[in-house]
């Protein structure tokens, strides 16, 4: 019975970490005119880069992939309000989503930058000016499926 448990949790486990692969450097994408570009990206940090398990985000409630640490996506959105949330895992299972989100009101045209980070004694998930966001971004690379 042991060996049951310890091989589903090593399941578990693995299956949390994620198949997303960090690519190439930042590379600007440019909204469309009737779209807008939202990156949302991971800063490098030593605490928490041994856990296993990574956060999946959500755009509107569609599941648009995980964020691993120095990593970044850049996802063309539509014009209109726009709710990112996430999922944090638990032994590599998403069995809920936090209660905190971002909220934009998206307009076409333009670029976003959501900043996600997980310190000892701090987090932060929040939308961060494009300024602050585009320098930020050049130390972060792009994930890939």
Excluded at 112 to 118: G, S, T
Aim: net charge positive; hydrophobic share 40%; with cysteine.
């Amino acid at each position: 019975m042991k060996n049951i448990i310890l091989i589903g949790l090593s399941l578990a486990l693995l299956s949390g970490c994620s198949s997303a692969q960090l690519t190439s450097d930042f590379s600007e994408v440019k909204p469309s005119e009737k779209k807008a570009v939202v990156y949302l990206y991971r800063l490098k940090t030593s605490y928490h880069s041994l856990n296993p398990d990574i956060p999946m985000f959500y755009f509107n409630d569609k599941k648009t992939g995980p964020l691993k640490i120095g990593g970044y996506y850049a996802q063309e959105v539509d014009a209109g309000p726009l709710e990112i949330s996430f999922s944090d895992p638990l032994f590599g299972m998403h069995l809920w989503r936090s209660g905190r989100k971002v909220k934009i009101n998206i307009e076409a045209g333009r670029s976003y930058f959501v900043k996600y980070e997980v310190e000892l004694m701090a987090f932060y998930f929040d939308q961060v000016p494009p300024a602050s966001g585009f320098n930020e971004i050049q130390s972060v690379k792009l994930l890939k499926p």
